[in-house]
Antibody, heavy 120, light 110 residues
Framework: QITLKESAPTEVKPTQTLTLTCTVSRFSLWSRGEGVGWVRQPPGKALEWLAIIYWSGDKYYGPSLETRLSITKDTSKNQVVLTIINVDPEDTATYYC????????????WGQGILVTVSS | QSVLTQPPSVSAAPGQKVTISCSGSSSNIGQSYVSWYQQVPGTAPRLLIYENNRRPSGIPDRFSGSQSGTSATLGITGLQTADEADYYCGTWDSDLSAGVFGGGTKLTVL
């Protein structure tokens, strides 16, 4: 089955840029109709959908952070990268990489998540 | 503030049945299938229900889903202590062109 693994620094300082990398296995980023994206969860709070990139290169962003996000994919490395600029302590969260299958919308595979703390 | 609305908590005794509601609008639940996710504390969410009422392989038939208009419901029968978790509904919102979630519902099996 598909596996997704997140990597990122565990701590970043306010105003810095956070780069999160998702490495996918047993799945190709060229798979028609499928996408890989990101969801985050601040400690003790609800899930927040951030962004997704599809096999075609189409990208979509959640409205609350849209101006600070950029999602890209490197098909040769089977990686999807999410960049968040100008972070602040409210960006402290567990970040999950997710897979969206083709067909109707759902998120069928999730990475284990990585906790990133924004602190000076 | 989540786009989809869920009750913060529900509870029931072992063996009983519980339902969790998820309310949205015409731009999300009203036109897109709903999925449900279970998150046991300290672990990643996992897909429980997709396309309103379909179960992925390995999910027992104690879990069911339904949708009507701009609302959806997750049902769990034969409650077990292992079902204690947070449950989230999710779907696509065509106005936002983004995925959306509910605020989550904490299930306590008394």
């Amino acid at each position: 089955q598909i596996t997704l693994k997140e990597s990122a620094p565990t701590e970043v300082k306010p105003t810095q840029t956070l780069t999160l990398t998702c490495t996918v296995s047993r799945f190709s980023l060229w798979s028609r109709g499928e996408g890989v994206g990101w969801v985050r969860q601040p400690p003790g709070k609800a899930l927040e959908w951030l962004a997704i990139i599809y096999w075609s290169g189409d990208k979509y962003y959640g409205p609350s952070l849209e101006t600070r996000l950029s999602i890209t994919k490197d098909t040769s490395k089977n990686q999807v990268v999410l960049t968040i600029i100008n972070v602040d302590p409210e960006d402290t969260a567990t970040y999950y990489c997710i897979h969206r299958p083709s067909g109707f919308y759902s998120l069928d595979f999730w990475g284990q998540g990585i906790l990133v703390t924004v602190s000076s | 503030q989540s786009v989809l609305t869920q009750p913060p908590s529900v509870s029931a005794a072992p063996g009983q049945k519980v339902t969790i509601s998820c309310s949205g609008s015409s731009s999300n639940i009203g036109q897109s299938y709903v999925s449900w996710y279970q998150q046991v504390p300290g672990t990643a969410p996992r897909l429980l229900i997709y396309e309103n009422n379909r179960r992925p392989s390995g999910i027992p038939d104690r879990f069911s889903g339904s949708q009507s208009g701009t609302s959806a419901t997750l049902g769990i029968t034969g409650l077990q202590t292992a079902d204690e978790a947070d449950y989230y509904c999710g779907t696509w919102d065509s106005d936002l062109s983004a995925g959306v979630f509910g605020g989550g519902t904490k299930l306590t099996v008394l």
